[in-house]
């Protein structure tokens, strides 16, 4: 209960003496939100209040202050921000607004950094299906990287974007099959990839093993259908032709997501089949050997000392 009320008298302390100057600042944001553990529902959506401080820190974006993101809380940070954008980022604002879930302001300030990206993603067919459908469930910036106060680099093993995380991060919903059927994409694509010779290679562990963003882009990313995705007709010589020198029409012809034809499919179990037999056999033919030495050695002794037994008797 102590704890409660010092932590009470530290937040009045920094939203309400009127010089103190911590309102604006980062410390004076996580005084507040490092210690807070729970989530409230605002306007039908689940907030986590909870900002952990040492995490935040260790992100790409520890250096920033918090209202260089959360641009409408300057004075008192629990007001609507109302009237924080300039012209410019106002209509930003309110195409993608539809994906906030508490201060869309947040989510636009991402331009004033990453101008390019946010255009190439607000033109990508997940920002057309944010900005043109009105959907909640297009992919923005922090479905893909993360929430924004712990996102880490791409080279580091614990963001959603590394090289052997991004698979899962994009299968999250191009492995949905409610999500294929809303937006009449290929349901299997995941799967196809997986078994596919890239797919493979990515499981083992392979560096130089194509995933999804090094085919299909990562924040420009079109539709198949797109005369500007990199997988569309004769576009496809020169995506394939950055690993594989040479690509021609006949190479790319062999499609990722192409499902296999009955002979690799009934080859492969076959193999498995085979594999596990040869395994199975070997086991149990050492196994057979070594009972036949306990076996032969037990019962050679117990017939010598029989034998000796014998003699004595008879002597």
């Known amino acids: 209960m102590q704890k409660v009320v010092i932590l009470i008298f530290i937040c ?32 039908g959506k689940v907030i986590d209040l909870n900002v952990d401080a040492e995490k935040f820190e260790k992100s790409v974006h520890g250096f920033l202050s918090c209202t260089d993101c959360h641009l409408g809380f300057k004075e ?19 195409k993608i607004s539809i994906k906030a879930k508490a201060d869309p302001t947040a989510m636009v300030a991402c331009y004033n950094c990453h101008t390019q990206i946010y255009n190439d993603v607000l033109g990508s067919v997940h920002g057309k299906n944010i900005v043109d459908k009105k959907s ?7 479905d893909c990287h993360g929430t924004a106060h712990y996102i880490t680099k791409s080279t580091e093993k614990s963001s959603p974007v590394y090289q052997f995380n991004v698979v899962e991060t994009c299968g999250t919903c191009h492995g949905s099959p409610e999500l294929a059927k809303k937006y009449n994409i290929e349901a299997k ?18 560096k130089r093993a ?32 950055g690993c594989h020198k040479g690509a ?18 009934y080859a492969e179990k076959g193999l498995i089949i085979l594999t596990i037999s040869v395994i199975a056999f070997t086991v149990t ?9 306990i076996r032969d050695t037990f019962f050679r002794k117990k017939k010598e000392v029989e034998h000796e037994s014998s003699e004595e008797y008879t002597s």
């Open 210 to 241: 194509p995933t999804c963003v090094n085919c299909h882009g990562a924040h420009e990313v079109k539709s198949k259908d797109d005369p500007a995705s990199p997988v569309f007709g004769k576009n496809k010589i020169n995506t394939c032709g």
């Open 76 to 94: 008192n940070p629990h007001l609507p921000p109302e009237g924080a954008l300039s012209k410019e980022l106002q209509p930003i604002m309110e």
């Open 189 to 206: 694509v995941m799967k196809s990839y997986m078994e596919s010779f890239h797919g493979k290679k990515h499981i083992l562990g392979h």
């Open 12 to 43: 009045l302390v920094v939203f309400f003496i009127p010089d103190s100057g911590n309102a604006d600042t980062k410390a004076g944001c996580l005084v507040c939100h490092n210690n807070m553990g729970g989530k409230i529902e605002y306007q």
């Open 285 to 293: 033919h050492v196994l057979l050997e070594a009972y036949s030495d």
């Open 136 to 142: 909640t469930d297009g992919a923005f910036c922090l």
């Open 248 to 265: 021609n029409e006949k190479f790319v012809a062999a499609i990722t997501h192409q499902e296999a034809g009955p002979i690799p499919h």
